[in-house]
């Protein structure tokens, strides 16, 4: 099984910032894209930024040059920098990941979500 563990999620001012990590254990061959998602009460889940397996990465136009996502493959860790905060990037935020569970098996997995909250 694959189990992936978010962390670095907080209460932060306006203006500040926070890095989320999200590491994957388990049976891991490779991992293929992977992305941050969030979800904010009231709202349906909406995807943040991706590395999709080609390797350029995606942005969310609400978080466009405030947030830089980024992977450290040799650890099975994906990262999301987030700096400039505002109150509307109040919500959990979810990793994923396309996993290689074996060479013909590839599955999706979600972390447990983390709790980011922009405010004064």
């Known amino acids: 099984q694959v189990q992936l563990v978010e962390s670095g999620g907080g209460l932060v001012q306006p203006g500040g910032s926070l890095r989320l990590s999200c590491a994957a254990s388990?049976?891991?061959?490779?991992?293929?894209?992977v992305a941050w998602y969030r979800q904010a009460p009231g709202n349906q889940r909406e995807l943040v930024a991706d590395i999709p397996s080609g390797g350029s990465t995606n942005y969310a136009d609400s978080v466009k040059g405030r947030f830089t996502i980024s992977r450290d493959n040799a650890k099975n860790t994906v990262y999301l920098q987030m700096n400039n905060l505002k109150p509307e990037d109040t919500a959990v935020y979810y990793c994923?990941?396309?996993?290689?569970?074996?060479?013909?098996?590839?599955?999706?997995?979600w972390g447990q979500g983390t709790q980011v909250t922009v405010s004064s």
């Open positions: 994923y990941a396309e996993v290689w569970v074996r060479r013909t098996l590839m599955r999706t997995f």
């Open positions: 388990g049976s891991i061959l490779s991992i293929d894209a």
